[in-house]
């Protein structure tokens, strides 16, 4: 698989997070993000989000990296918004950085093509790739129900 470098303009996405690692996402009685996803959906989140732009798809945020993808990082799971106003109760904001990223696509049945593709994105940064992650902000953009981008944010 070989990404698409592309340039990413500076959005926001308004949602609901949460904090994880990795290891303890490999776990299924810690794994927090599902549940996330799940909530998002059953609640009808995207229909209560204000100022979101018409049309957008879901967007999750990783931000706040303590480190690299092996420490804690937040996920946000929401929709791009045109202009950020007060939050209702519950919700959260993150600012995307603008900037570089490789982007990296996942077409199959989720989230187990979605796991796949992180495990290549690792063995791709792993590898000596010409080029290394910012960890600032990275993005899954959905584009249906069996298929992601995934922008991964570069120095």
Known sequence: ?????????????????VRTTNQEEMVPATARIPGLWGRFYSE???????????????????????TNHTGPYSLLAGLEVSSLGALSEGLAKVSVSSGKYLVFTAQGPMPQTLIQVWAAIWNHFSKGSKYKRAYTTDLEMYR????????????
């Open 144 to 155: 249906g129900s069996e298929t992601v981008d995934i922008h991964i944010a570069i120095q």
């Open 1 to 17: 698989m070989e990404p698409k470098l592309i340039s990413v303009e500076k959005m926001n996405v308004v949602g609901i997070e």
């Open 44 to 66: 009808k989140l995207s229909e209560t989000i204000s100022g979101r732009k018409p049309g957008g798809m879901p967007i999750g945020v990783y931000s706040k990296y303590e």
